[in-house]
């Protein structure tokens, strides 16, 4: 089985409200998700210096240089000059998605809790997204709560964790995977369940997908 592959992914946020982008619903990957902006780390972003501007500070060159790339392409935002001129006041990894075994192509994503003290104009990547909004984690929430879009099971986890503490540091894992010899369950919509189950399925498949719908119990 190939390693995941490494991606970057950026919570940007700013005076309480956190930025999402809607992806279009042709697209092969997260048709039509609610999404942090980012992307799979290239092999160009292993080669370079590390970028000096203190907010920097502790992280993986390769990672950043990824992070900055990604939202140069998707918001033609360029964070390190948005750095340089104090428009940053904080980056920080503060979480990681590590994709389930079950599912063929995986990625080991590093969440970024970018921190603003203003708010840029970005431009959209066309085709890639068709609209972008800022709110607040409580607002994303309800929204996702009431079935008003899809998200990545990770991507609403950080949603969570930011609704609960607005300041919060490090947010672990942000894969929900049960204890050994339980289920995974993934909802990428609100009352909508899919569990991967181990089958005697056609190879090179190994489980079956089952859907529990309704609200969860509590």
């Known amino acids: ?57 502790g992280i993986d060159a390769r990672l950043a240089r990824a ?60 085709p890639e997204a068709i609209s972008c909004k800022w709110a607040s984690a409580q607002h994303w929430l309800a929204e996702f709560e009431r079935g008003q879009f899809i998200i990545a099971p990770p991507t609403i986890a950080a949603i969570r964790a930011l609704a609960r503490d607005p300041q919060c540091g490090h947010m672990g894992n942000l894969v929900a995977v049960a204890a050994q010899g339980q289920l995974l369950a993934i909802e990428s919509v609100a009352g909508l369940v899919q569990i991967p189950v181990r089958s005697h399925t056609l190879p090179p498949a190994e489980h079956t997908n089952c859907y529990v719908t309704g609200e969860s119990p509590g």
């Not at 999402?20 to 990957?29: D, E, G, I, K």
């Open 1 to 57: 089985m190939p390693a995941p592959i490494d991606s970057v992914t950026a919570l940007l946020m700013h005076d309480g409200e956190l930025f999402l982008a809607l992806r279009h619903p042709a697209l092969q990957t997260f048709a039509g998700h609610q999404a942090f902006p980012g992307g799979k780390v290239d092999p160009e972003d292993a080669v370079g210096a590390a970028f000096e501007h203190p907010v920097f500070d």
């Open 67 to 126: 992070l900055c790339r990604e939202l140069k392409e998707e918001l033609d935002f360029d964070l390190v000059q948005f750095a340089n001129e104090g428009g940053v006041r904080s980056i920080g990894e503060c979480g990681h998605a590590l994709t389930p075994m079950h599912i063929p192509r995986r990625f080991n994503t590093h969440f970024f809790a970018v921190h603003l003290e203003r708010r840029p104009e970005f431009v959209l990547h066309q």
